[in-house]
Nanobody, 122 residues
């Protein structure tokens, strides 16, 4: 599976962005998907995840109620709708795919996209 993340950009605090993660390969629907982010000088952290079926989603406490993750298996694409953005959301966002393991652990993900920069100005 090859992943390509896009949709990042510069937005003012309180604004919205929608990230997309396009996947290649016929087995996309078999993979759980996740978004992680890494701010300068910080470790990569879990943001959210969705199961292979799309039936369940999980969010970090810091984004709960503001971010929504979804997937469209017909389009081989996962999405991250980010609302009410804050300056502390500034980071490079990575999408990733996993077959097993815990959804919040980066080590569970076998495939990673290249990352897309999100910058939130105050």
């Amino acid at each position: 599976v090859q992943l390509q993340a896009f949709g990042g950009g510069l937005v003012q605090a309180g604004g919205s962005l929608r990230l997309s993660c396009a996947a290649s390969g016929r087995t996309f629907s078999s993979y759980g998907m996740g978004w992680f982010r890494q701010a300068p000088g910080k470790e990569r952290e879990f943001v959210c995840a969705v199961t292979w079926s799309g039936g369940s989603t999980y969010y970090a406490d810091s984004v709960k109620g503001r971010f929504t993750m979804s997937r469209d298996s017909a389009k081989n694409t996962a999405y991250l709708q980010m609302n009410s953005l804050k300056p502390e959301d500034t980071a490079v966002y990575y999408c990733a795919a996993r077959l097993s393991g815990t959804y919040y652990s980066s080590g569970s993900y076998s495939y990673w996209g290249q990352g897309t920069q999100v910058t939130v100005s105050s």
